[in-house]
């Protein structure tokens, strides 16, 4: 016999750890959105970014063409999100926005060329990481920002950045990923890193992401092959444990006869660290940089130059355009207010309305008679009459002793030639209903 009804579903019984609020507050996180029409590589390349910045960005989030900055800026509060990245196309090229929550900055990259990390991981031999490497956040390395020498001038078109465009660009970007606290760093919690390398030449940001990969170092191969846990070893054809050890656990592969870098641990043994690129590329250039979250003054502009009675000018409209956005909000808050006023009145005046006309056409228990209601109430309210489909009204009105009113023989009762029609009952079978009537009367009598 079939199994019945719906499948059951297994529910968490194991108590889950609270998040700390101070660090709930202080861990960046950040939104992933694509705005406009893109093509189906950018839409993978926001799916491959939000898997670098896992598990402190919203995966599965669903974006639809109504959904405005605003919107995402309104909620963010209350997920405790602090950046938002929107990635938009154009037929020139792609660009991608990083906005610091609720206040600004936002800077403006052009990303000149990426690479799926699809495509990273098909160019490799063996490709490494798991579903627990993104359990923890990327430990972050800014390479190349520091330092007094400035890009040569023309370099990735336009005006190349500063000194001060440059620390802008770091500070952003330091402030994207969770802060190490070394007191508390533990090595296994360093799985992933995120690489932002500035490089002077082309006045540009390389992204690159790698997965962690640790082993001791110092064992024989035999011994560092039993210690793998994810990889049983084969040992068919020996005899013996001893002879898969000494043997050097069979013929060494080409990631073995690698060698990584040896790093200082706290506890004894050696271990060394290799890098394994997971994906994506990205080459970015720095376009704008502007106040506010996409609405402000601008700071930097690669392709427009300004003069500084300009760039006056155009931080004063600016600022009146930031007035009249909050002049608006303030004018909409005051009339929705207004509008929730005057429904709460007229809700209020309905539900007494109610109450009074209830009070005035009182309608009698079903136990209770018409009698019994009140009767002064009843005096001054004229009693209307039910309508029945099948009475008719009467010509004339009908006599205590069976007869007709002198009304109902004349006017419409007359037919043809003037003479009165005989009152329904009056024909033959009237006549001897009468005669029966008489009998009886006479037998009564006595």
Avoid: W
Avoid at 28 to 44: E, L, S
Avoid at 336 to 342: E, F, H, I, P
């Amino acid at each position: 016999m079939p199994r019945q009804g719906r499948r059951r579903k297994k529910t968490r019984t194991e108590k889950e750890e609270g998040i700390a609020e101070k660090e709930l507050k202080l861990t960046p996180r950040c939104f992933v959105v694509k705005r406009g029409q893109i093509g189906d590589r950018i839409k993978d390349l926001v799916k491959d970014f939000r898997q670098v910045m896992m598990p402190n960005c919203a995966k599965n989030l669903r974006e639809r063409k109504l959904n405005r900055i605003e919107d995402f800026t309104a909620v963010a509060s209350h997920f405790h999100v602090s950046h938002v990245v929107i990635f938009s196309a154009t037929k020139a090229a792609t660009y991608m926005k990083l906005a610091r929550l609720p206040q600004g900055p936002t800077l403006t990259f052009k990303v000149d060329s990426f690479t799926l990390a699809r495509e990273v991981r098909a160019a490799q031999k063996r490709p490494r990481g798991s579903t627990r490497d993104y359990t923890n956040a990327p430990l972050q390395v800014l390479n190349g920002f520091g330092g007094p020498t400035d890009a040569p001038e023309g370099a990735g078109g336009g005006k190349a950045m500063k000194g001060p465009e440059r620390q802008l660009v770091a500070e952003m970007l330091r402030g994207f990923f969770p802060a190490i606290d070394v007191p508390s760093f533990h090595q296994a919690d360093c799985r992933r890193a995120a690489l932002f390398h500035y490089e002077r030449e082309s006045d540009s940001v390389i992204f690159r992401h790698f997965v962690v990969g640790r082993r001791q170092v110092g064992l024989e191969r035999g011994i560092a092959r039993l210690m793998k846990i994810n990889r049983l070893p084969s040992m068919g054809r020996k005899s013996d444990i001893s002879d898969y050890v000494l043997g050097g656990g069979g013929g060494a592969s080409e990631s073995e006869i690698e060698e990584g870098a040896e790093i200082p641990t706290t506890g004894a043994g050696k271990v060394a660290v290799r890098l394994s690129e997971a994906g994506p590329r990205m080459k970015l250039v720095l376009v704008k940089a502007e106040e506010g979250v996409c609405t402000g003054g601008v700071i930097y502009h690669r392709y427009m130059m300004k003069t500084p009675s300009q760039q006056a000018v155009l931080q004063e409209r600016a600022r009146q355009r930031q007035k009249l956005r909050e002049r608006n909000q303030r004018l909409e808050q005051k009339a929705k207010a207004s509008q929730d006023k005057q429904k709460k009145r007229r809700r209020e005046q309905n539900r007494n309305n109610d109450d009074g006309s209830d009070e005035e056409a009182r309608v009698p228990n079903p136990g209770e008679s018409d009698s019994d209601a009140d009767p002064v109430a009843d005096k001054g309210r004229k009693q209307s009459k039910r309508f029945h489909p099948f009475a008719f009204k009467a010509k004339g009105k009908k006599r205590e002793d069976g007869g007709l009113d002198a009304k109902a023989g004349s006017g419409k009762a007359k037919g043809k030639g003037g003479q009165a029609k005989a009152p329904r009952g009056f024909g033959q079978q009237g006549k001897a209903r009468n005669k029966i009537l008489d009998k009886f009367k006479s037998s009564a009598k006595r």
